[in-house]
């Protein structure tokens, strides 16, 4: 029927004796006959094409296969940030999840992996995205960045906790006026001797 068809649209008879127009219509379903096939190949592959290029189709099809991790990579490298998090998260690799969520901005599941990874020091700058100071803090003593412990510490009015880390990172002339501000003068002049004495056996010892 396709071919009677295509004979039709080319102006040909089927039922001619005529050899030459036999000739000329079998040419005829032939060649419109493979215009329609190529025809039909071509819109195929433009829609595998276009299924392809579809945002995400690459990282179903890996997680039809069961592969999870390519999955989290491909979904990152399109940009699905969140569903990349989810599925590192689902691998139970939390650093990377963390990371994935950061880009995301969802600064507060990424603090609370980061910290479940204890990547303190990433943890503490998404708190402090956060303005959790308090977290913050914690996340940076954990981390063991007393020196930053001790600034956010004296920025939050926790002089105490300020004055103590500023003398574990040998900063005892802040921790000596953070003492007197307490109204803690003994403290400050027993540290105030102890940093006077520390720098006279450093003379002497530099003298020798």
């Not at 507060?108 to 479940?116: G, I, N, S, T």
């Not at 003492?179 to 720098?199: N, T």
């Amino acid at each position: 029927m396709r071919l009677r068809r295509a004979c039709r649209g080319a102006g040909c008879r089927m039922d001619s004796s005529d050899p030459r127009i036999v000739s000329y219509s079998l040419l005829a379903v032939v060649v419109v006959g493979g215009t329609w096939a190529i025809r039909k190949m071509l819109t195929r592959f433009s829609a595998q094409a276009n299924e392809r290029e579809k945002p995400g189709a690459d990282v179903h099809a890996a997680l039809a296969r069961g592969d999870v991790s390519q999955a989290a990579r491909l979904a990152s490298d399109n940009g699905d940030h969140e569903q990349a998090a989810r599925l590192f998260e689902r691998l139970g690799r939390l650093g990377d999840a963390a990371r994935a969520y950061r880009q995301a901005k969802m600064y507060d599941r990424a603090a609370d992996l980061f910290e479940q990874a204890k990547e303190y020091a990433a943890a503490a700058a998404c708190y402090k995205r956060l303005g959790n100071s308090s977290a913050q803090l914690r996340m940076l003593q954990a981390a063991k960045d007393w020196a930053g412990a001790a600034e956010l510490a004296e920025s939050t009015n926790d002089l105490a906790l300020a004055a103590d880390l500023y003398q574990r990172v040998g900063q005892t002339d802040k921790a000596i006026g953070l003492l007197r501000k307490l109204g803690k003068p003994q403290a400050a002049a027993k540290l105030q001797a102890q940093l006077s004495e520390g720098q006279q056996q450093w003379t002497t010892a530099a003298e020798q």
